[in-house]
């Protein structure tokens, strides 16, 4: 019995075409998750580019408290170098076996009286003028001096002891300024930190809602060719950002 042609033909080409056809709908779908995958990449490099713009943009803003503590934290930095090279200068004139020239030593010790005198902390002055008084008071113990000189060591006294009053004033109002400080640094901070958080929190929604986007748009299209087209178009402002950083 003949066969038809075309009855064979169909036989046979049947299962041909059916497996084409899936091979074909798998290598759609695979080209559809690589396209998606790879929107999914962009989205993830915009979103972490952001935080990261965001992080440092935070850590550069410095609070008007913050940069009041830290000039004065440079301020006892400064102090402590200058008290360090005061140091230095008196080991190297201690040291001198004659190979310093007069003018040398004079260079030198022009140098350390200046750092001494910028150097010197409000509990040093505080130091000093105890100092003072001490050795006034020895004087008046010493029994050698006459009405005169009691009265004007006196009077020496009572300015140092004013000043000393002065001196722990201003010592007491700086602590106080610092500690003010302190407490504003940490409010000011805490109010940044919130409103960074907040910025980044809508940043990261915008950014997941745009990957969404993008994930339906990639999915909505038929072929590899449209997916590219539509990548290609998704990805062009990033691109664009990128050109725009350099």
């Given at each position: 019995m003949k066969?038809?042609?075309?009855l064979m033909t169909s036989?046979?080409?049947?299962?041909?075409?059916?497996?084409?056809?899936?091979?074909?709908?798998?290598a759609s779908q695979?080209?559809?998750?690589?396209?998606?995958a790879k929107a999914a990449d962009v989205c993830i490099s915009r979103t972490g580019k952001a935080l990261s713009a965001a992080s440092r943009l935070r850590a550069d803003q410095e609070t008007s408290a913050e940069s009041s503590?830290?000039?004065?934290?440079?301020g006892k930095e400064q102090i402590a170098r200058d008290q360090d090279r005061i140091a230095e200068i008196d080991d190297t004139l201690a040291r001198d076996d004659g190979r310093l020239t007069d003018s040398d030593r004079s260079a030198l010790q022009k140098e350390r009286d200046e750092l001494e005198k910028r150097s010197k902390k409000p509990e040093d002055v505080l130091h000093e003028k105890y100092q003072q008084v001490r050795a006034l008071e020895k004087k008046q113990e010493s029994g050698t001096l006459t009405d005169g000189d009691l009265s004007v060591i006196g009077s020496q006294i009572s300015a140092l002891?004013?000043?000393?009053?002065?001196?722990?004033e201003a010592i007491q109002k700086q602590g106080k300024k610092e500690e003010a400080l302190m407490q504003q640094a940490l409010q000011e901070r805490v109010a940044q930190d919130d409103k960074t958080n907040r910025a980044l929190s809508q940043k990261a929604e915008h950014q997941q809602a745009g990957e969404a986007i993008q994930k339906d748009a990639l999915q909505s299209a038929s072929d590899s060719e449209s997916q590219k087209a539509v990548l290609d178009i998704l990805t062009k402002p990033r691109d664009k950002e990128e050109q725009g950083g350099k």
């Open positions: 066969i038809s042609h075309n036989q046979i080409n049947q299962p041909f075409s059916l497996q084409h056809h899936q091979k074909t709908a798998d695979n080209m559809t998750a690589q396209w998606g503590l830290r000039e004065i934290q440079a002891h004013a000043d000393i009053d002065k001196q722990k």
